[in-house]
């Protein structure tokens, strides 16, 4: 019988296959030039906003002046119609607080995406300098799946901890451990629109380490202002959003869209995006 422990690490490094549906036109590609479109679609409006196009027209941006962050996570795939559409559903939500202290900053993160009718769930308590960027300290992170059944994969639980001392990266489980050397601080994915909620100004320039899922090391991000974009929404009304691009090694370039508030609404990615909920 095959061995079906999958090593989270390992399958997270999966998602390099993505460069190969990319080659064969398998995976919509998105063109920095917002008038030109991209060689597969040559409309749709401004890049930063292409992934979720058809999401906008049931969107209303959120007024929320909790400290606490909730995104609806969405997905873009192709449209029914063919080569060139395109379509947007809901298929999970992440959450994200944080707690200050004296010598520590906290975040508390829950996420849930449903991936071919399977929940896939991650909770993390991460602990963070006290530095402009809430770099990594040290994390717990737990995961499982819930299939269609609704019960929990045994095989897919799993429980890691973390530490980052002096650029020195170390994640174990009861499964495996595993060490990784990083140049620069180190956050996660879940820092990023907080961080720009405190720090967003057109003369931004941050480079930072980037610890995917708290598991899969990105060196080398930057994060800058990118210009405005005008973006349609629920209603007929046309926002006027700021937008902060995020690139580097391993990711596909990530946009932050911020209103006059520095509330981060919208995080573009490729095929999967965030939108703000009140």
């Not at 994969?153 to 050397?181: Q, V, Y």
């Amino acid at each position: 019988m095959l061995n079906q422990q999958i090593d989270r690490r390992k399958f997270l490094h999966s998602g390099l296959m993505a460069a190969s549906l990319v080659a064969a036109g398998r995976l919509p590609l998105l063109a920095r030039n917002a008038d030109s479109g991209s060689a597969i679609d040559a409309a749709g409006g401004p890049y930063a906003v292409k992934p979720i196009r058809n999401y906008l027209t049931a969107f209303s941006p959120s007024d929320a002046q909790r400290p606490g962050l909730r995104y609806d996570i969405i997905h873009w795939n192709w449209g029914r119609q063919g080569r060139g559409t395109h379509a947007n559903s809901v298929v999970g939500k992440v959450t994200m607080a944080c707690e200050n202290s004296d010598d520590r900053v906290v975040y508390e993160v829950a996420q849930n995406t449903k991936v071919g009718g399977v929940d896939n769930v991650i909770e993390a308590e991460i602990a963070c300098n006290t530095d402009a960027l809430h770099s990594i300290r040290s994390w717990r992170l737990k995961s499982h799946e819930v299939g269609r059944d609704g019960r929990v994969d045994p095989l897919s639980k799993l429980a890691e901890n973390g530490r980052c001392e002096n650029g020195k990266i170390h994640i174990e489980s009861a499964r495996d451990h595993c060490d990784r050397t990083a140049r620069h601080p180190v956050v996660t994915q879940w820092h990023v629109p907080a961080l720009l909620t405190r720090s967003a100004d057109r003369n931004l320039r941050l480079t930072f380490d980037l610890l995917r899922d708290a598991s899969l090391l990105k060196p080398n991000q930057l994060l800058t202002y990118d210009g405005q974009v005008k973006v349609p929404v629920k209603g007929g009304r046309t926002l006027v959003l700021e937008s902060y691009a995020q690139t580097g090694e391993g990711i596909l370039p990530t946009h932050y869209l911020l209103d006059d508030q520095r509330r981060v609404q919208l995080v573009t990615c490729s095929f999967l995006s965030w939108a703000l909920q009140g």
